[in-house]
């Protein structure tokens, strides 16, 4: 499970706006009709968002109310710029309109929380119907290609920030196909937080997405290894999928 009420303390720290992240998204909505119209799902404390509330219409949601009481109270000033709803992924779709998104996007690996392939596809299938024509698709993944999943522990990259490291780990089920995601957060003066424990993940390949891409006939995929659009390579950190409709 996620220990969210621990996570929000060290979540805003962990997960910064990446270098060159903003001018990213930018390149992509700037391409639309001003204000451009932008949703995130599995917001977190939404900084990247927050970012782009003065020039953009903004929508964040999350299935933890927490992030979202985060959000509407730093940015109550800003009251009507940035739209904030607790509501799970696989439910957006019921309550959101169609063709009406200009960019969707997921950060942080979030999707990998989705549990299984068939959600991640729906999940897909769901941020296509919102985009408007020619609308952008925004994932930002593990890549978990340069890893062995004949193993039966995969320790992933440490992130770390002033205030501590968190250690990330996924372990193998007995079944030999499911894994379940650990995070332990250490913080400078060396104390252990548990911050997910038991979490059933989905690491889903880079070869998935382009195969679910390829049947909901998204135009055009694009992969990169990092924001500033450097070529996706096997043994990158993460994958930034972008799909457009």
Not at 170 to 179: F, R
Not at 183 to 203: H, L, R, W, Y
Request: with cysteine; aromatic share 16%.
């Amino acid at each position: 499970m996620v220990y969210i009420k621990r996570w929000i303390d060290y979540y805003s720290d962990l997960f910064t706006i990446e270098e060159g992240q903003q001018s990213f998204f930018e390149s992509y909505a700037d391409q639309f009709q001003q204000p451009a119209k932008l949703l995130s799902i599995e917001c977190g404390p939404g900084l990247l968002s927050e970012a782009f509330a003065d020039k953009y219409d903004i929508t964040v949601l999350d299935q933890h109310q927490e992030f979202i009481d985060i959000i509407k109270s730093r940015t109550s000033y800003n009251a009507g710029k940035i739209h904030a709803f607790n509501l799970h992924p696989q439910d957006f779709s019921r309550y959101l309109a169609k063709n009406f998104f200009n960019l969707v996007y997921c950060l942080n690996y979030r999707v990998i929380f989705l549990k299984e392939r068939a959600l991640i596809k729906k999940y897909l299938f769901d941020a296509k119907m919102a985009l408007s024509e020619g609308g952008y698709l925004i994932l930002d993944l593990i890549n978990f290609a340069k890893y062995d999943f004949s193993l039966t522990k995969i320790d992933l990259p440490e992130k770390s920030c002033d205030r501590g490291t968190l250690y990330s780990s996924l372990v193998k089920n007995s079944d030999g196909l499911s894994y379940r995601l650990y995070q332990n957060f250490v913080t400078s003066s060396g104390k252990m937080i548990e911050e997910v424990k038991d979490e059933v993940v989905c690491p889903v390949s880079l070869e998935t997405f382009k195969i679910a891409a390829e049947e909901m006939k998204f135009s055009s995929v694009e992969f990169y290894s990092d924001y500033n659009k450097t070529p996706y390579f096997k043994d990158s950190e993460k994958i930034i999928c972008v799909l457009k409709k």
